[in-house]
């Protein structure tokens, strides 16, 4: 698949009420805008599009985890903005196990199912990518999110696919729960 463009978001968060963060919380977003061979017909047949998911995961991972600077993945999720003349199902297709997988070894591993999240949109609309820890679902302080506006994307016949990562939970959490420490590394769980 051609990527028209890649887009990078790095936000890190070093402060919150009154706290020093540390660690700084940083989440990124990488996303690559595509052509979707599909829009404006019906195909039954996505798999072409499943495939392609894998090399696009390569190149958007390595982005996402180069923008992380020195710190390591704790998080990951992964979404799609499909353009008007594209269904959801395209989206869907692009991010199934084969990218995730290559999200989860450009990580370092990881164990929880990836959080994911697609709509249809116009260009410049915004998605609250969804984060959990990569080794556990159950650990609360990881439940977070990463916003990405794409001021000219994607446009109607385009996708845009994301992958995100953070290097921790969220700054103060406290509502409590399976803390990273606990982590038994078993299910993608606990």
Not at 27 to 53: H, M, R, T, W
Not at 122 to 131: Q, Y
Request: charged share 20%; net charge neutral.
């Amino acid at each position: 698949m051609q990527i028209r463009k890649i887009i990078t978001l790095i936000d890190e968060a070093r402060h919150e009420a009154g706290c020093a963060a540390e660690p700084p919380l940083r989440k990124v977003a990488a996303a690559a805008v595509i052509n979707n061979p599909f829009a404006g017909k019906y195909q039954q047949d996505l798999s072409s599009l499943v495939e392609a998911s894998a090399a696009l995961g390569r190149e958007l991972s390595e982005v996402a985890l180069q923008a992380m600077g020195p710190w390591a993945v704790e998080s990951y999720g992964k979404a799609a903005i499909i353009g008007l003349s594209g269904e959801q199902e395209h989206g869907v297709a692009l991010l199934t196990t084969v990218f995730g997988n290559v999200i989860r070894e450009t990580a370092g591993g990881g164990k929880a199912w990836i959080s994911s999240i697609t709509k249809r949109a116009a260009p410049g609309s915004t998605i609250d990518v969804p984060l959990a820890h990569k080794d556990a679902l159950y650990v609360r302080s990881h439940y977070d999110g990463i916003s990405i506006t794409l001021p000219d994307a994607p446009l109607p016949d385009e996708i845009a696919i994301i992958c995100a990562y953070a290097n921790r939970g969220r700054l103060n959490h406290r509502v409590g729960g399976l803390s990273s420490r606990e982590i038994k590394g078993l299910d993608g769980l606990i």
